[in-house]
């Protein structure tokens, strides 16, 4: 085992990185990269892979190239400062756009969800007051405050429902779970529970019941 070998794993051990494949998957780099800091070839490497390796490792990009560095007469570090820390800054601020456009598509996506929701939103909180008022108001006439929002909501994200629940349908083992039995394809089945499809992606498959022939 070489010396940097041993030092790299001493590092390793420090932040909990079990192995250098590990290594390479969470600093971003390739294990080809990760073989050349073993070998102390930093003369070879770009600096934004000792940039990401630092990072990886915990520790500062100057600490990883004294670490590393066979002797540092033969790699001066001075030339490179100014381009150490543009690239660094530069990351930096990458990392900040990316979080904060994070941020923004959450919000826009809470937002509309909030727009196609608000009816029921309202709605729902004195409709559900009154039936608890008086349990004999009928369950229909407020299925309306539900369905409809939720429809539209669907409906924006490109959800569609399988088919509706209590329709007849032929068996399809692909969209449809058996609640009971067995099922040939294209026998007849009773829909009890929705599925859903968004696009060509099956999210839930609906539940269906044999259909009982006299």
Do not use: C
Request: proline letters at 5%; hydrophobic letters at 40%.
């Amino acid at each position: 085992m070489s010396d940097f070998t041993q030092k790299l794993q001493n590092l390793m051990q420090q932040v909990n990185i079990s192995s250098f494949k590990a290594l390479s998957r969470q600093a971003d780099v390739s294990e080809y990269q990760v073989l050349r800091l073993r070998q102390g070839k930093l003369e070879k490497m770009r600096l934004d892979t000792l940039l990401k390796l630092s990072k990886a490792l915990q520790i500062p990009l100057s600490e990883l190239l004294a670490t590393f560095l066979e002797s540092s007469i033969e790699y001066q570090v001075p030339p490179y400062s100014q381009e150490i820390a543009d690239l660094k800054k530069e990351y930096e601020r990458s990392q900040l756009q990316l979080e904060q456009q994070r941020e923004i598509l959450q919000q826009q996506f809470q937002q509309s969800s909030l727009q196609l929701l608000e009816p029921l939103l309202l709605q729902w909180p004195t409709a559900a007051q009154k039936a608890r008022e008086n349990p004999e108001l009928a369950a229909v006439k407020i299925v309306s405050l539900v369905e409809k929002p939720l429809e539209k909501l669907l409906q924006a994200w490109g959800i569609e429902a399988i088919a509706p629940v209590g329709s007849e349908i032929p068996y399809n083992p692909q969209l449809h779970q058996l609640k009971a039995g067995t099922a040939q394809p294209g026998e007849t089945v009773k829909v009890t529970h929705i599925g859903y499809l968004q696009g060509e992606k099956l999210l839930y498959r609906a539940t269906v019941s044999l259909v009982e022939r006299s």
